[in-house]
């Protein structure tokens, strides 16, 4: 039907915006949504019936705004109320078409309120997604493998903590900025290790990493001149693009440095090239920069058929020493043990100051099974495989470990 | 609107006098540019967890424990009530809250009557 497939591109080109519009304008995030759907369902009906606006985009948001101003009315209204009040009468719309406002773009604010430190990460993200992005509660709640009832809890958590603590509505202040911005980023980045961890890409959770990357570019957009923005929007670009290669047919894990490249997406790759060159350009480094060029490297294997290890390795210490983690520190020892030699790895993975125990740990596990393989000691490449399947990996590297344990003891 | 910045320490970390005398001034300087900035509501250092009374109501029947409230390694150690027109400024005025190595600040907004 005409008017449902106009409304449709029409919420796919502008909906972030005119919802960002809304929310900001009316400082209410659960109104917004409302008077949006209002104007959705409203768009349909009159559309279908007098013919497209000259500007659709503008007639929803006109259309909200005068919805959410009515519905805040008669909030205050019920509030205050003594005696009966009146419900306002709704103008026409034809009054409103007259009366069309530019929509302002207020996505990059309302990003800031919806991923403020004072929320809880998985509630940042579900706000961003459901507020800017307009996904369902339904889809989030998928994407996030729980019910319904307990994400819509989450996101009303979030709302009410906005609302009570007085979270305001606006760009931060230069002193907070970077603080902020780090939020952003961080939520973002836990969204997509999120999604990325089900390297099947069940249809739910290749929603949610087409959903952050689609976010991040965003943010490129809004941000340009920040080059930890661009970086994150690299990574994502350049970890996505090797979703086609990540499992065999089988349904196991198929590790980096053995992925066919020529599955890789190379679109994705030339995206995030662009990207790293432009925060290059801003030349202020950063650790979504590296994490970044670390992948960038890895993708190199396409054009130069082999692996910069020893390049990878140094990334590696330049990431740990602004953004120290155990798993950055595993990954490097993989690196160091490419690029000189097993025992050189070993020597790095022991020397980890991972979480309580090292030997407990699924990654450290994984990486001892194949640096001890690599340096012919099969016996303790075995005994590390077997701790790592104790640990409970994820199926598709369960069938990995499993099979390279098959392998060792054949 | 007002929030309460609730500071959690550490009793057993032993701070040296001149540690401690350095943390005093600088709420003594925190006190004053709170005034200063009309955001003072209130304040106070509070005496160590160890002459806490707690008084404990179950099930409707009170009782006198000696203590405090909760048994933690954190125990609350003061407060300041500030005024402040949302929660990056509370959390501001919270980040300036002076203490040892190992600390922590509740930011609370409180309920409007």
């Known amino acids: 039907m005409q008017a449902e497939r106009l409304l449709g591109e029409t919420v796919r080109d502008a909906g972030d915006r005119i919802r960002a519009a809304l929310a900001i304008r009316f400082r209410d995030l659960d109104m917004a949504e409302e008077a949006f759907a209002f104007a959705s369902l409203r768009a349909v009906e009159t559309w279908g019936r007098d013919g497209p606006p000259r500007d659709p985009a503008a007639w929803l948001y006109a259309v909200g705004r005068r919805r959410a101003f009515d519905l805040g009315r008669r909030a205050k209204v019920r509030e205050a109320a003594v005696h009966d009040a009146p419900e306002p009468t709704p103008d026409p719309e034809a009054i409103l078409v007259a009366a069309f406002e530019p929509i302002p773009d207020e996505r990059l604010r309302l990003i800031f309120v919806c991923c403020h430190p004072a929320l809880a990460p998985e509630a940042r993200i579900a706000l961003t997604l459901r507020t800017l992005c307009g996904l369902s509660v339904e889809r989030l709640a998928r994407a996030w493998l729980t019910t319904e009832a307990a994400m819509l809890q989450r996101l009303t958590r979030a709302r009410r903590k906005i609302r009570d603590t007085r979270i305001r509505f606006e760009i931060p202040e230069p002193a907070a900025w970077g603080e902020r911005l780090e939020a952003v980023l961080a939520t973002l980045e836990i969204a997509y290790a999120q999604a990325y961890e089900d390297a099947g890409g069940a249809s739910e959770t290749a929603d949610l990493a087409g959903e952050t990357l689609r976010l991040s570019g965003l943010l490129c957009d809004l941000l340009p001149q920040e080059p930890e923005v661009l970086g994150l929007a690299a990574m994502i670009r350049l970890a996505e693009s090797r979703r086609p290669a990540r499992l065999d047919a089988g349904g196991a894990m198929v590790p980096l440095s053995e992925q066919d490249v020529a599955l890789w997406d190379s679109r994705l790759i030339a995206e995030a090239a662009g990207l790293l060159r432009r925060a290059a350009a801003l030349g202020r480094s950063g650790p979504y920069q590296l994490m970044a060029a670390i992948h960038a490297a890895h993708a190199t294997r396409r054009e130069t058929g082999a692996t910069a290890w020893g390049d990878i390795a140094t990334l590696y210490d330049y990431l740990l020493s602004v953004r120290p983690s155990p798993v950055a520190q595993v990954n490097r020892a993989v690196a160091v043990a490419e690029a000189r030699g097993a025992d050189a790895g070993l020597a790095a993975l022991a020397a980890i100051e991972g979480p309580a125990r090292l030997a407990d740990w699924l990654p450290y596990q994984a990486a001892r099974a194949g640096l001890c393989a690599k340096a012919g000691r099969a016996a303790e490449a075995a005994d590390a495989l077997r701790c790592a399947l104790a640990l409970g990996p994820a199926p598709a590297e369960r069938l990995f470990l499993a099979r390279r344990l098959g392998e060792l003891s054949a | ?113």
């Not at chain 2, 005398?21 to 003594?28: L, N, R, S, V």
């Open chain 2, 1 to 113: 609107m007002q929030y309460l910045l609730i500071i959690y320490g550490d009793e057993t970390f032993n701070s040296t006098t001149a540690d401690m005398q350095e943390i005093t001034a600088a709420h003594m300087r925190l006190g004053a540019e709170l005034q200063e900035k009309g955001a003072m509501v209130g304040g106070n250092r509070l005496r160590p967890s160890d002459t806490a009374t707690t008084i404990r109501t179950v099930g409707g029947v009170q009782s006198l424990h000696d203590g405090p409230y909760a048994e933690t390694r954190e125990q609350l150690a003061g407060y300041y009530l500030v005024e402040a027109p949302d929660l990056d400024a509370a959390i501001a005025w919270g980040k300036k809250i002076p203490g040892g190595p190992n600390y922590a600040v509740e930011v609370r907004p409180v309920w409007q009557m």
